[in-house]
Nanobody
Framework: VQLQASGGGLVQAGGSLRLTCVASGGTFTYYTMGWFRQAPGKEREFVAALSRSGGWAEYADSVKGRFTVSRDNGRKKVFLQMDSLEPEDTASYYC???????????????????WGQGTLVTVSS
């Protein structure tokens, strides 16, 4: 499956952005979808994961209550709604797909075999 992420940009602290990841090829519903981010000079870190059906989600502690992950299986899209953004959220954001069982929610980036290109989110203070 190929992934294409978009929606990044420059936003002030407290603002919102919605990232979109479009999948092509493969069977989208076979995959848990994840979002990761990487700030300059730091390792890529887990942000959120959503099960194949969209019924189960997992979030990093740093984004719980502020970010929401969702998917539209009919249109092969996954979204990351980011609210109450903070300067610490500044990073390139990547969507990823992991072939998995129905309720699997991996947070280890090594479990994800397919990655999109990053989309840059910059939050100004």
């Amino acid at each position: 499956v190929q992934l294409q992420a978009s929606g990044g940009g420059l936003v002030q602290a407290g603002g919102s952005l919605r990232l979109t990841c479009v999948a092509s090829g493969g069977t989208f519903t076979y995959y848990t979808m994840g979002w990761f981010r990487q700030a300059p000079g730091k390792e890529r870190e887990f942000v959120a994961a959503l099960s194949r059906s969209g019924g189960w989600a997992e979030y990093a502690d740093s984004v719980k209550g502020r970010f929401t992950v969702s998917r539209d299986n009919g249109r092969k899209k996954v979204f990351l709604q980011m609210d109450s953004l903070e300067p610490e959220d500044t990073a390139s954001y990547y969507c990823a797909a992991a072939r998995s069982i129905v309720t699997d929610l991996p947070i280890d980036k090594a479990r994800y075999g397919h990655w999109g290109q990053g989309t840059l989110v910059t939050v100004s203070s």
